[in-house]
Every structure is written in structure tokens, then in C-alpha cells.
T-cell receptor, first 112, second 112 residues
Framework: DAGITQSPRYKITETGRQVTLMCHQT?????MFWYRQDLGHGLRLIYYSAAADITDKGEVPDGYVVSRSKTENFPLTLESATRSQTSVYFC???????????FGQGTRLTVV | DAKTTQPTSMDCAEGRAANLPCNHSTISGNEYVYWYRQIHSQGPQYIIH???NNETNEMASLIITEDRKSSTLILPHATLRDTAVYYCIVRVGGWWGDKIIFGKGTRLHILP
């Protein structure tokens, strides 16, 4: 199906575990983004990417790692999950600067 | 940090026009104003964007002041389904892409 998809939709993990959230888009868009949204708050940018192999930090990058070996995928890894990383994570993509961004459905991550 | 300021919450009667203000007093000449909304815990949804002229689409109208320091999103005939958090965003774009930075948004309640 065309669009942007995130997986898994729900994840429970233990403190200290490594976990990877996946984001896949079918448009071959250049730009991709990762956000986290804590309960009752707005979205905060974690990392973004302008193209394959080009990534940069956002507002809250600590504790996260990203990679982008293929244009269509932008995985987000929590190398050692902490309870403070319990959140809803959204992936987004846009084809060009200053065009509409499309968001995934979100991944609800709980770290216990 | 977000470059916009919005009221925390607003109410609007169903069927009336909802006017959501946004201040972006430090906006630069090449920065666009974007509006997104987020319904419940879904991914944000694009509404409209503009540079300096007023814009209208099937969802809403965007009025940008002549000095570009503020704007208003207008939902002409609000329905209960328009209850959501509305985000006004200034896109800082460049060759590296753009960081889409969200502020706290306005929680709009449509009252029956």
C-alpha cells in the first residue's frame, strides 16, 4: 500500500533493552522525521533526514540513534531504553522543502 | 524552540466559524506558515500553508497579516469532528531540508 507506515504499533520493552522502531514510506520522499509525543504534550523532533545517509539531530536526540541506508526506510533505535522514553513515536515524510508532510499512525512504546 | 505562539485552548459552537490565531513575530521573509491538526492520538494532519497571500482550500482558509507577524486559521463551519489540537508552524527550510518544529498548539473544542 502506498503511504507511510510504522511498525510495530504497540511495543512493551524492559529498561535497558535495545528496541528499534521502523518507518517505511513508498513515495521515495527525500525527507523523513522522527518525533515523540508524551502524554498531554506536543510533538518534539528527535532526528530528521534529508536523504539517504544524511541525518541530523532535532530537539531531543539523546538516547536515540537513527540510520538511513535506503531512502524509503528510517529506523529509530533506542540503544538502552529508559522509562523516560515511554511515549508515542511518530514518523513523518515530505518530498520537498516547504511541502506537505505526511505522518504515520504512531508507535506507542512503553518501557517498564 | 517553536517560533509561534498560540492560545492554549478555544471553544467554538458547532456550525459557526472557528478562528484560530497564531503569532509568529520573528518570521523571516522566506519562511512559510503551516497549519496541522491532531485528532485524539492520531498522526498530525496537514490543513493548509501560505507565505504571504491568503490561502483557501476545501478544509480551511488562512489569513496572513501584511507584516506576516501573525495569521489566523479559519474553519468556516465547524463540526464536532473538528475537535482537535491545532498546530501553527513556521517552516525553516534550506538545502538541508527543514526541521518541522511543533509548538504546544491550540486545543479546539467544538460545542454542540
Amino acid at each position: 500500500d502506498a503511504g507511510i507506515t510504522q511498525s510495530p504499533r504497540y511495543k512493551i520493552t524492559e529498561t535497558g533493552r535495545q528496541v528499534t522502531l521502523m518507518c517505511h514510506q513508498t513515495w521515495s520522499h527525500s525527507y523523513m522525521f522522527w518525533y515523540r509525543q508524551d502524554l498531554g504534550h506536543g510533538l518534539r523532533l528527535i532526528y530528521y533526514s534529508a536523504a539517504a545517509d544524511i541525518t541530523d539531530k532535532g530537539e531531543v536526540p539523546d538516547g536515540y540513534v537513527v540510520s538511513r541506508s535506503k531512502t524509503e526506510n528510517f529506523p529509530l533505535t533506542l540503544e538502552s531504553a529508559t522509562r523516560s522514553q515511554t511515549s508515542v513515536y511518530f514518523c513523518a515524510t515530505t518530498g520537498q522543502v516547504n511541502t506537505e508532510a505526511f505522518f504515520g499512525q504512531g508507535t506507542r512504546l512503553t518501557v517498564v | 524552540d517553536a517560533k509561534t505562539t498560540q492560545p492554549t485552548s478555544m471553544d467554538c459552537a458547532e456550525g459557526r466559524a472557528a478562528n484560530l490565531p497564531c503569532n509568529h513575530s520573528t518570521i523571516s521573509g522566506n519562511e512559510y506558515v503551516y497549519w496541522y491538526r491532531q485528532i485524539h492520538s492520531q498522526g498530525p494532519q496537514y490543513i493548509i500553508h501560505g507565505l504571504k497571500n491568503n490561502e483557501t482550500n476545501e478544509m480551511a482558509s488562512l489569513i496572513i497579516t501584511e507584516d506576516r507577524k501573525s495569521s489566523t486559521l479559519i474553519l468556516p463551519h465547524a463540526t464536532l469532528r473538528d475537535t482537535a489540537v491545532y498546530y501553527c508552524i513556521v517552516r525553516v527550510g534550506g538545502w538541508w531540508g527543514d526541521k518541522i518544529i511543533f509548538g504546544k498548539g491550540t486545543r479546539l473544542h467544538i460545542l454542540p
